[in-house]
Nanobody, 115 residues
């Protein structure tokens, strides 16, 4: 059974930094895409950044220049380094892994940016 687990959320002040981690397990993943999505209260889920298993990255405009996504193929893991956080970054952040037409989701980790 595939499991996707996020960690690293929490409360941070505006301008602060946070690192989110994600790990997937349960099968042998190859040629996959891992992504970070977020959903703020009252809003739809949106893509933040994603990374392919060969290292290609893609960022939403809101994340570009402030967030950095990275991956570890050996561990089927992914990270999101978030800098200069703003109150509008407050959301539940979800990790996903897309493989052979299937998308698996984690349960999410809450990031709150507030003074």
């Amino acid at each position: 059974q595939v499991q996707v687990v996020e960690s690293g959320g929490g409360l941070v002040q505006p301008g602060g930094s946070l690192r989110l981690s994600c790990a997937a397990s349960g099968r042998a993943f190859r040629n996959y895409i891992m992504g970070w999505y977020r959903q703020a209260p009252g809003k739809e889920r949106e893509m933040v950044a994603d990374i392919t298993s060969d290292g290609r990255t893609n960022y939403a405009r809101s994340a570009s220049g402030r967030f950095t996504i990275s991956g570890d193929n050996a561990r089927i893991a992914m990270y999101l380094d978030m800098n200069n956080l703003k109150p509008e970054d407050t959301a539940v952040y979800y990790c996903s892994i897309m493989y052979i037409g299937m998308t698996y989701w984690g349960k999410g980790t809450l990031v709150t940016v507030s003074s």
